[in-house]
């Protein structure tokens, strides 16, 4: 509807609080991590203008390259491994097995608790001298594996890492709601061919949700993998010797050294790291489609 | 699907693939449960059983004492319904704005229209972990730190871009000409959203309002971030002092953890239909 004379101020009066709100939380915001990113700062002293120093410094200081690292890694397991499983899942649970409501429910279980939760969980099951872990392992008579998971140099990071992967409900949802959009006449016709199961899920159902829903899930994901921060908080605090450390945990501990400078320029480098996850996804999926290829073809042909 | 298959005899293959199917199936709930029950049952034995004997043991009386313990001493109330306050009040502020605009986005076409929607979409995919800094400041400036303001606030603000995502999406299949005729009939800009359109968005604006609650209830970055009184702390910061508060007490942080979970759990069974969309129509449009 093309607003009316009387409708123009209604308009702008309903629209303002959302806008102010989009400015002061979300664009000033990020022009703030920019600016701030370049100077020496500690919130309260005169901020002097740095240069790139500050990015020189991160890049030193092997804490937060640990961090980087740990990033990429958390970003690449969750994208890659986190999500098939969910897609397994998904293509197993839309075909409705009996109870599928009931573990559909289960699976999701992990995405309403909350992290913080959920970490404090895993605190206790990865527990040295208490854990559910460890007791699982000595009471199947392999106690020599039995070992302080979180506080060894070699285990750490593995074990933060591991607990989460299994958590698939999340991401299987989402495809499982893609899933269902799927034309069934496709499926009866390669019944019909004799196709079992597992072929049409190879060549039906993967084909049919690889450039919606899991893409989007492997972005998501990624990015996701990117942000961790309680889960490392909570479990290990990024130790022992930054080897669980992740982007936010180090921009945290910066903000509580009042190094507002330094902070910031984490937090530009985890916006760009997030940026190029996106646009790498984005061109992985791409590769081997139809659509792109044509239109590369036709642009050499025009040249 | 399954009732127009044509059916056959069981191949060996077939079977294989049906072990491995309810073995993937099991195993990833077993995966989620086991560990759920485990935390449970720990919290119901003594220390000494939890301690000294079998992790599978179950306990010989259970102890219900122990959240008795859990309640009075972390003060779990207290934490409760902060997080109860915190999260109605900025789940209400969140929908009544992020309504507002989805009603002119969806319904008006204006100069700039496209270019809000574009910065609201762009809000959903911001990582909001990284503006920790100016959130920081931002609060602060506006004397808002250590109040139960500043986290509504902030808790209404960064929900805003998705809550317009949800609501809009609902609000763009109600056809045009309902609000044409109330138009003709004299019915003002007003008057159509209050009468015609917030009703029958209803269905969105529930699926956003509980997207929004359960972000807020499970929210602990900036909640840890912008209090530091014991007074003010949502349950989430509680959780962080359990291990301190109960050092050799485990069964009673147990019991404080389960406490912490549950409404979590019964709020998703309640509302799993609301959960499920909003947390899925996001993800597949966005």
Known sequence: MKPTRSDRSALAAFMAPALIIMLVFFVIPVIYVVVVSVLKWNGISTATFTDIQNFAKLFKDKAFVRSVTNNVIWALVAGFIQVPLAMVMAIILSRKPAGWKFFRTVYFFPQVISGIALATLWRAIYNADTGLLNGLLRSIGLGDLARDWLGTVDTAFPAVLIYWVFYVGYYMVIMMADITTIDSSYYEAATIDGASDFQQAIYITIPLIKRTSLLTCVTLASVLGLRQFEQVYMLTNGGPANRTSTMVLYMYKKLQDTNYGMASASAVILIIVGVIFIVCIRALFNIGNDEVRAQKKMRRAVK | MTESRVHHKLSPKEIVLGILRWFLILFFAAYTLFPLIWLTISSLKTNFEFLALSPFALPAVPQWQNYANALSVAGLGRMLLNSVFVGLLATVFNVIVASMSAYCISRFRFNGRERIYTLFTAGILVPLNALMVPYFVIINKLGLYNTYGGMVLLYCAIG???????????????????????????????????????????????????????????????????????????????????????????????????????????????????IISGMTSGAVKG
Not at chain 2, 160 to 183: H, K, Q, V
Not at chain 2, 248 to 257: G, K
């Open chain 2, 160 to 274: 805003i871009p998705m809550s317009t995502f949800l609501i809009r999406g609902l609000m763009d299949s109600i056809p045009m000409d309902l609000e044409e005729a109330a138009y003709i009939d004299g019915c003002g800009f007003y008057g159509r959203f209050f009468h015609i359109i917030l009703p029958l968005s209803r269905t969105g604006i529930v699926t956003a309002a509980t997207f929004e609650f359960l972000t807020c209830w499970n929210e602990f970055v900036f909640a840890n971030l912008i209090v530091s009184s014991e007074k003010l702390r949502t349950i989430q910061v509680g959780i962080r002092y359990f291990t301190n508060q109960f050092s050799t007490d485990y069964v009673s942080m147990y019991a404080a953890i389960v406490i912490s979970i549950v409404p979590s759990i019964l709020g998703y069974i309640l509302f799993q239909e609301q």
